[in-house]
């Protein structure tokens, strides 16, 4: 395992990310304290110091399994978790949930009993409710940085615009900005690539990634010879498209090149697009958390980077793709001529 800067701050992170959403059995298929246990474990001797949680995971089990795996050696890990999303325990209070400070103060003493520790090293404030000010929600982090209950800040799913104007008014009023942005991405959900991409760039942010894997459509779960069920055939998910299915295929074919699984292949076309990711797996079984690891040994070529590429139909939208493809007209004939040292992000 290798470490990397979370974004603009100095702290130093494992390059892939333990999710722990999948910790407790609260909503019937995670997995039990023990197999729990278990991967913490590994994740922690391979060199793994990023754990990823939530207030709301498996109804506060995962930040209770966190706290007790983390005890007597807090210092040693960077934990990070969430607030925002409404207490299941208090549906007809409408301040149970949400961007606001009442609800951010009360979350965090909630996580911070449950994790049995004195702060939080990352924040995240899980998805943008728009009904809350941005300078309450800056303020009011602001504040648990100063109390020292927080040690940095993060955002999740929420508009890029928004972030943009939030680290702004940060530097506006010398208050604390968001390091790290965590969002969906893989090889057939590329949407970010759009705008919170090249803000996270541009801004210097941690680029934290979940469902690095299409919810297990790249482990080859779905399109090899014994094909199972899971999320992608039954619930919220959906069954993947033929064109989703396709891309896993292909994945499966490079994967059988290489001599490796398909998980590996995916998680490290994420790792290797630029050196601010950083996947968040979660795992079910040990042996899922084994298979993962092994991703960390080797890197896919240019060629099965390009392949990959080949088999995506993503196209950037307005404004984007109309300015890239419209270069001439700010350039004229002298767009080939000219060293850019800056990306078309």
């Known amino acids: ?35 729990a246990k278990q991967v913490f474990q590994k994740y922690v001797d391979v060199g793994g110091n990023f754990i990823d949680t939530a207030c709301n995971y498996t109804n506060g089990t995962s930040e209770k399994f966190v706290g007790e795996f983390i005890e007597g050696d807090r210092d040693r890990y960077v934990i990070a978790t969430k607030y925002t999303l409404h207490d299941y325990r208090f549906k007809q209070d409408p301040n149970a949930g949400g961007n606001h400070r009442k609800n951010l103060l009360r979350t965090v003493k909630g ?38 209950k927080i040690n940095y800040i993060g955002i999740s799913d929420t508009p890029a615009w928004i972030v943009a104007k939030a680290n702004t008014m940060a530097e506006v009023h010398g208050w604390n900005p968001f390091i790290a942005f965590q969002f969906p991405y893989n090889l057939s959900f590329r949407d970010p690539e759009r705008e919170i991409i090249p803000m996270c760039k541009n801004l210097d942010l941690a680029m934290t990634v979940w469902a690095p894997l299409g ?23 959906g069954v993947p498209s033929e064109d989703r299915l396709e891309i896993a295929k292909e994945v499966d074919k490079i994967a059988d090149e290489i001599g490796c699984s398909s998980a590996n292949v995916a998680l490290n076309w994420i790792r290797q697009q630029d050196g601010l990711f950083i996947p968040i797996f979660g795992v079910t079984t040990f042996e899922q958390l084994e298979d993962n690891l092994q991703c960390l040994d080797f890197e896919i070529n240019d060629n099965h980077i390009k392949r990959l590429a080949e088999k995506v139909d993503f196209k950037f939208g307005f404004p984007k793709g109309f300015l890239l493809g419209n270069k001439d007209l700010y350039h004229g004939e002298t767009f080939d001529l000219l060293e850019n040292h800056r990306k078309y992000e």
């Open 1 to 35: 395992m290798k470490y990397k800067l979370l974004g603009k701050s100095g702290l130093r992170v494992s390059e892939l990310s333990l999710g722990t959403m999948t910790f407790g059995e609260d909503w019937g298929w995670g997995s039990s304290k023990e197999v």
């Open 111 to 148: 996580s911070l009993e449950r994790l049995q520790t004195d702060y939080i090293d990352l924040l995240y404030l899980h998805m943008w409710d728009y009904t809350t000010p941005i300078h309450e929600v800056m303020r009011t982090l602001d504040d648990l940085i100063s109390s020292t």
């Open 215 to 237: 919810a297990g459509l790249y482990t080859g779960k779905y399109t090899r010879q014994n094909q199972s069920k899971g999320r992608l055939t039954e619930g919220k998910w």
